[in-house]
């Protein structure tokens, strides 16, 4: 290889993981503020929107797919029955988590949904534990030791249990390793995973509009066009994310995932939630686990680069 080529695979190496951080930070950027976007719809029900996050991430998604010619990994996925039955799980399992983050934000628990992302990383550790049968390092022991002392101070100390925390938490765990172990691309997958729930968003629209409910459609221009925004709001990072994923390291990415709960702490601050002593100790301790999970996941990682054969 000459000299010229070496330095354009070198040039080509550093422009790839600039864009990767780049897509990165946008990702977890828009999910750390997506709580702006949901105190705006003020009045809307969480059922509503999230039936609006899944019907409007349809034509969004479709439009995203033609962009990026992944038309045929679609089709490939619903020839496959396990494929679909997988992603039918998944779909269950991410709605359940929009509904409830939608419902933490609009009754004023910002800081408990995102003390959920935060205790994330932790519950995937405690699926490979219990899932896969994986053995934990010491200092891993340390860590989860450390953050579920905190969460039990701010269940008992905070006076009331933390389910949405723990909930978000569990299901978003649920759902990144049914899709980790299904083989299909993520804005692919996605689709289908909202397809599969359009019948459903639809049928309880329809109902809400009959009823005279509905939020939707009830001459207010400008709701209505945040309502349809609910589609761009939830796809759009996601392929950010994937494009992010193809270009960085898992210990890069890991690190950069605080980005979105950080930014959601600070929204609940500012929102002027109940910060209270047994949160202060709950998030401090669930920090200190987490930076003992990055230092051990680097540690790790430079090991093993440094034991590669050559």
Not at 23 to 32: H, R, S, V
Not at 254 to 271: A, C, R, S, V
């Amino acid at each position: 290889m000459t000299n010229t080529s070496i330095k354009d695979s070198a040039g080509t190496a550093r422009l790839n993981i600039r864009n990767g951080i780049l897509f990165a930070a946008g990702a977890y950027t828009l999910w750390g503020l997506f709580p702006i976007y949901l105190k705006s719809l003020e009045g809307v029900s969480a059922l509503e929107i999230l039936a609006h996050r899944i019907l409007w991430s349809v034509p969004f998604g479709a439009l995203l797919l033609t962009l990026r010619k992944q038309w045929p990994e679609v089709q490939r996925a619903f020839t496959d029955r396990r494929v679909l039955l997988m992603l039918a799980i998944a779909a269950v399992s991410i709605s359940a988590n929009w509904l409830i983050y939608v419902w933490a934000v609009i009754h004023d628990r910002v800081l408990e949904a995102s003390l959920g992302y935060f205790i994330n990383p932790i519950m995937y550790v405690a699926a490979g534990v219990f899932v896969l049968g994986e053995k934990l390092r010491r200092i891993q022991i340390v860590a989860v030791g450390l953050a579920t002392t905190g969460v039990l101070i701010l269940t008992f100390g905070g006076g009331a249990f933390p389910w949405v925390s723990i909930a978000l938490a569990v299901l978003f765990t649920a759902y990144g390793y049914i899709r980790k172990t299904t083989n299909v691309g993520a804005m692919p997958g996605l689709f289908i995973e909202v397809v599969m729930l359009t019948p459903l968003a639809l049928f309880y629209l329809i109902w809400l509009m009959q009823a005279g409910h509905a939020v939707f459609l009830s001459g207010d221009i400008t709701m209505d066009s945040m309502l349809i925004l609910a589609g761009p709001v939830t796809v759009l990072p996601l392929v950010l994310f994937a494009l992010a994923a193809r270009r960085l390291k898992l210990t890069t990415l890991g690190f950069m995932q605080y980005i979105g709960p950080t930014l959601q702490f600070i929204l609940g601050i500012y929102y002027g939630e109940t910060f209270s002593l047994a949160h202060g100790i709950c998030f401090g301790l669930i920090w200190t686990a987490l930076a003992i999970f990055s230092f051990d996941a680097v540690r790790v990682n430079r090991a093993a680069r440094t034991t590669k054969p050559a």
